[in-house]
């Protein structure tokens, strides 16, 4: 079951919230929509549900696989809707909260109550919560709770599923295990799914695909891969995890960013045209001497090897601070301390010029 | 151990005085005067307080007030149930006229409130000439003790709801419809169990008040014996006429009504608590 949104605007007062979004999620996809609070991602999501409408406009339309749906109120879609603060109806049990889709269903349409039964059965053997069905949604954790108004939405037996920001209330480690375990479910029952981040991260590792929107627009989608290794954009490549940036010009077809001269294989623009480089922790490496790799010196100001790679900041000559990542393997050969002069090297970088074109440079040769 | 700080740094002197002047005025102001309507209804035996009620423009008064309060409270409990979900579940201009505008007739005095129907539905008001031409009687009759009532009664249900339906939101009612619920269906499963002590509480103290209301009904009923008068007007007619176990026999009855009301506020505060998503776990994760 395929989800598609056609030309998607919506407007808040004075604040636009989508302009004029498209979007596709392929049947059995499980998509992240990714950005920044204010992006517009879970107001498209809500559109997508039918809890909210978009602005009038002839060209947008939503679609269930190839049915417009756009009319329908949220009720006769068929989605499962899964809430960041859960939603879970306070005054029932977890059972009555998984039986209710079924139970406020038209008479005609109504399982039996045994078949409610059976169904809620499966789907608390489903989250693993079997021996909870007659508590109260606050006598659980958040985490339990998140699966509980995740069977609810799935009791519906629902054409998609949509998830807003359903880890965003739960601490660090209880997140973890359960997106695994969302993915891993995904991979069960197939189900053509959304999921609403402001997480980089979530959206890398649980998606197939991941959307960035930024201002109310789509700014990249592609793969976790492509989008993490090739980001068309700044806001992209930053919004994607921890980056270091150098300012720098174009001269003379290269690109200057102090002691750093690099190849520019992008567009042709004048020089003294204004040029920024992007280089991830884990694309810096430290030397001892100068080896032949584009790099630039530096002094340790910190290590930092608590964790599953070692931190380590530098000053560079200018006084600009500059991250480097490193596996304990590596560090350990590097043997660098705090107070050190060293060389940064680039192992690999992304040059984008002014007007947010990017080009890949991996490690570009010094000239 | 005592969990207030102040309780150890206060020397015990001070803390003696602050409870006896505590228990003092509560004696002087509130059970006292609770104990001399009982005493004084009980004066000449329980014989002479049960005949107070078989006065049949007792049992009128009584009767009054029942019907007042039965058509009263019901009204103020779709008004009330009406008004806070608006106010807590849209968006609207005007939401902040509408919230002040509920809590006018706590702010008018009972008695401008009753003078507000003279002069809408009194023989000389704005309605009097067409009302007298259909033969309807509002003031000094029956239907204008109640709209008074109604008017005097309306902010309690309303208020109580308010904040605890604007602290709820509106996921849980969301996540019914993307669950295939109507509104209706929403509402009975949703909205009115998340609400329902809160709503019992402003039940409670809106019929406290509709039984006890003197001032609003005093200018709308006309004092007919055995016709518009409520027991609060009755105890009035009577010790006026000095007679005063019939008096306080009556008035014993309201005050036992608040006695009872006090108890149903008290169970039902504590019960409230559950409501309040502050106090519940998920919102302080949340917090967190």
């Known amino acids: 079951m395929s989800i598609e949104a056609r030309h998607i605007s919506k407007r808040f007062g004075n604040f636009q919230a989508l302009r004029n979004v498209s979007l596709k999620v392929n049947d059995g996809e499980l998509v992240a929509l990714l950005g920044p609070s204010g992006s517009g991602k879970t107001t498209l999501l809500r559109i997508i549900s039918g809890l909210e409408e978009a602005d009038p406009d002839p060209s947008s339309a939503i679609l269930f696989h190839g049915e417009d749906v756009t009319a329908s109120r949220a009720g006769q879609r068929r989605v499962g809707f899964v809430f960041q603060h859960y939603a879970l109806f306070r005054n029932m049990t977890v059972f009555d909260n998984i039986a209710f889709g079924l139970r406020v269903r038209p008479r005609r349409l109504r399982p039996t109550e045994s078949a409610i039964r059976q169904k809620v059965e499966e789907l608390l053997h489903l989250i693993h919560l079997r021996e909870l069905a007659p508590r109260f949604p606050s006598q659980l954790s958040g985490g339990q709770r998140q699966r509980v108004a995740l069977a609810r939405a799935l009791a519906i037996e629902p054409r998609v599923l949509l998830l807003d920001e359903p880890f965003g209330a739960l601490d660090a480690k209880v997140r973890h295990g359960l997106r695994r375990w969302l993915r891993r479910l995904h991979d069960e029952i197939h189900i053509t799914s959304l999921l609403v981040t402001h997480d980089q991260e979530e959206a890398l590792e649980v998606a197939d695909r991941v959307v960035v929107m930024r201002d109310g627009r789509i700014e990249q989608e592609g793969t976790p891969e492509e989008v993490y290794h090739h980001p068309t954009s700044e806001f992209v490549m930053d919004f994607m995890g921890n980056v270091n940036l150098f300012h720098g010009r174009i001269e003379s077809g290269k690109a200057v960013f102090g002691p750093l001269v690099l190849d520019h294989a992008g567009a042709k623009v004048p020089d003294g045209h204004g040029a920024r480089l992007f280089v991830r922790p884990f694309e810096l490496d430290i030397s001892r001497q100068q080896n032949g790799l584009p790099g630039m010196k530096a002094r340790v100001t910190r290590v930092q090897s608590a964790g599953a790679q070692v931190r380590i900041e530098l000053s560079s000559e200018s006084g600009e601070t500059m991250h480097v990542e490193m596996p304990h393997s590596r560090f350990r050969e590097r043997a660098v301390a705090p107070k050190d002069d060293v060389f940064v090297t680039l192992l690999g970088s992304r040059i984008f010029l002014e007007e947010q074109t990017s080009t890949n440079n991996n490690g570009g040769k010094l000239s | ?288």
């Open chain 2, 1 to 288: 151990m005592n969990p207030n700080p102040l309780a150890r740094s206060d020397p015990r002197w001070l803390r003696a005085l602050l409870i006896a002047v505590t228990v003092l005025f509560l004696g002087l102001f509130l059970f006292l005067p609770l104990l001399t309507v009982f005493l004084e209804a009980l004066r000449k035996g329980v014989g002479a307080y049960f005949t107070s009620f078989r006065d049949p423009a007792a049992r009128s008064a009584i009767w009054l007030t029942l019907l007042t309060a039965g058509i009263a409270v019901p009204c103020n409990l779709v008004f009330g149930l009406v008004a806070s979900w608006a106010v807590a579940k849209f968006e609207f201009k005007g939401k902040n006229v509408l919230i002040t505008l509920i809590d006018l007739p706590f702010a008018v005095s009972p008695v401008i409130s009753g003078l507000i129907y003279v002069l809408m539905f009194g023989a000389q008001g704005w309605f009097g000439t067409w009302l007298a031409a259909h033969h309807l009687h509002i003031i000094f009759a029956v239907p204008g003790i109640v709209l008074a009532t109604i008017f005097v009664t309306f902010p309690f249900v309303a208020r109580e709801l308010i904040p605890l339906m604007q602290e709820q939101d509106t996921d849980e009612e969301y996540a019914a419809i993307s669950l295939g619920a109507s509104g209706w269906q929403t509402f009975w499963r949703v909205t009115l169990p998340n609400v329902k002590w809160a709503l019992l509480y402003g039940v409670v103290l809106c019929n406290a008040r509709a039984m006890g209301e003197f001032g609003a009904v005093s200018v709308v009923s006309g004092h007919i014996r055995g016709l518009t008068n409520t027991m609060p007007l009755h105890v009035e007619i009577l010790y006026n006429e000095y007679n005063f176990v019939a008096a306080f026999a009556v008035a014993s009855l309201l005050a036992l009504l608040a006695l009872v009301t006090l108890i149903a506020k008290t169970v039902l505060e504590s019960r409230i608590r559950t409501e309040v998503p502050a106090l519940d776990a998920s919102a302080l994760e949340t917090i967190r």
